[in-house]
C-alpha cells in the first residue's frame, strides 16, 4: 500500500533562516506530488505541484521554492523566512485519478 | 480561473442535529468535485462527485452534486461530536485541486 511521510511535523525558526520541509511517497511510481498551505485552520492554498523529477509548477509568487530530486521525493524550501511565511504546511500526491493523499502535515512558526 | 466558495465558514450545532454544507465552484473545464475532512492535521477523502444528481452516501454522510447550476452539498444526519471538523470542497483538474476555504462545523454535546 501506498504511505506519505512528511517531516518535521513542528517546527519554529527565527525570520532570515533557511527552510527545508522534506515529502516522500512510498508504494507508487511516478506520482503527481503538491505542496499546499493551510492558513488558520481555513482552506488549503496549493504552492507548487510536479508532475515528475526535475518538473516543477509554482502557483503564487512567494519566498518559498520546490524541488523533486527523485520519483518520491518532494522538498520544499526557503533561503530566508518572514513572518508571513508562517502556517501548515501539507504535502500530498496523486495517481492523476483526482484524489489526493495527504502526509500529516509541517506546523511551521517564524519568530 | 477556476473557483470553489464554500458556506457558511462555520457552523456550531448540537449533538443530533442534522447539517447541510454548500459549495459552488466556477470552472472551465468540469472534472470533478471531491469532499474531504480534516480533523486535526492530514485532511481524509471523504467523496468524489462527477454526474449531475447522482447522491453519493457513506453512513450518515451524503453529497450531491448539480452540474447546471455549479454546486454541491454535503449532508451529515443525527451529527456527533466525532463529526466536529473542517469540511473541505475541492475542485479535481487534469493535475491539481483547487479547494475553497472550508467550513469549519463544531458538533456541542
Known amino acids: 500500500s501506498q504511505t506519505i511521510h512528511q517531516w518535521p511535523a513542528t517546527l519554529v525558526q527565527p525570520v532570515g533562516s533557511p527552510l527545508s520541509l522534506e515529502c516522500t511517497v512510498e508504494?507508487?511510481?511516478?506520482?503527481?506530488l503538491y505542496w499546499y498551505r493551510q492558513a488558520a485552520g481555513r482552506g488549503l492554498q496549493l504552492l507548487f505541484y510536479s508532475v515528475g523529477i526535475g518538473q516543477i509548477s509554482s502557483e503564487v509568487p512567494q519566498n518559498l521554492s520546490a524541488s523533486r530530486p527523485q520519483d518520491r521525493q518532494f522538498i520544499l524550501s526557503s533561503k530566508k523566512l518572514l513572518l508571513s511565511d508562517s502556517g501548515f504546511y501539507l504535502c500530498a500526491w496523486s495517481s492523476g485519478s483526482g484524489e489526493l493523499f495527504f502526509g500529516e502535515g509541517s506546523r511551521l512558526t517564524v519568530l | 480561473e477556476d473557483k470553489v466558495v464554500q458556506s457558511p465558514l462555520s457552523l456550531v450545532v448540537h449533538e443530533g442535529d442534522t447539517v447541510t454544507l454548500n459549495c459552488s465552484y466556477e470552472?472551465?473545464?468540469?472534472?470533478?468535485l471531491l469532499w474531504y475532512k480534516q480533523e486535526k492535521k492530514a485532511p481524509t477523502f471523504l467523496f468524489m462527485l462527477?454526474?449531475?444528481?447522482i447522491e453519493k452516501k457513506s453512513g450518515r454522510l451524503s453529497s450531491i452534486l448539480d452540474k447546471k447550476e455549479l454546486f454541491s452539498i454535503l449532508n451529515i444526519t443525527a451529527t456527533q461530536t466525532g463529526d466536529s471538523a473542517i469540511y473541505l470542497c475541492?475542485?479535481?483538474?487534469?493535475?491539481?485541486?483547487?479547494f475553497g476555504q472550508g467550513t469549519r462545523l463544531t458538533i456541542n454535546p
Open positions: 462527477t454526474s449531475s444528481g
Open positions: 475541492a475542485l479535481g483538474g487534469a493535475q491539481k485541486l483547487v
Open positions: 508504494g507508487t511510481s511516478n506520482p503527481n
Open positions: 470552472v472551465t473545464n468540469f472534472r470533478s
